[in-house]
């Protein structure tokens, strides 16, 4: 079991950067697929990135292709996402999740939230224009 703690938020300008963190705690973190979510005041959450157990694998949102990298690093149960170049649309929640499956193959399957067992309580991000 896993429990992420996501950081990093805040106030930025669009053009600007950020970096959100997500740490987890426990023991078999390298062995869960982690994803990062966001959901915007009155709409529903949605997939950003995705990055799979080893981190050998990546998977992103075409709305921010090119412009976010997820990475991770096991040894300090730690999960990332730069965002550079942002956006005003940008703006929402940002949540990291934890699944176990391992067996997921592709963008669609890890956009699905249905397939992540642990949410962490979320950081916001606003990006003023």
């Known amino acids: 079991q896993v429990q992420p703690v996501e950081s990093g938020g805040g106030l930025v300008q669009a053009g600007g950067s950020l970096r959100l963190s997500c740490a987890a705690s426990?023991?078999?973190?390298?062995?869960?697929?982690m994803g990062w979510f966001r959901q915007a005041p009155g709409k529903e959450r949605e997939f950003v990135a995705a990055?799979?157990?080893?981190?050998?694998?990546?998977y992103y949102a075409d709305s921010v292709k090119g412009r976010f990298t997820i990475s991770r690093d096991n040894a300090k149960n730690t999960v990332y996402l730069q965002m550079n170049s942002l956006k005003p649309e940008d703006t929402a929640v940002y949540y990291c999740?934890?699944?176990?499956?391992?067996?997921?193959?592709?963008?669609?399957?890890?956009?699905?939230?249905?397939?992540?067992?642990?949410w962490g309580q979320g950081t916001q991000v606003t990006v003023s224009s």
């Open positions: 999740a934890a699944t176990q499956a391992t067996f997921y193959r592709g963008t669609y399957s890890y956009s699905q939230t249905a397939i992540y067992d642990y």
């Open positions: 990055i799979t157990w080893s981190g050998s694998n990546t």
């Open positions: 426990g023991r078999t973190f390298s062995s869960y697929a």
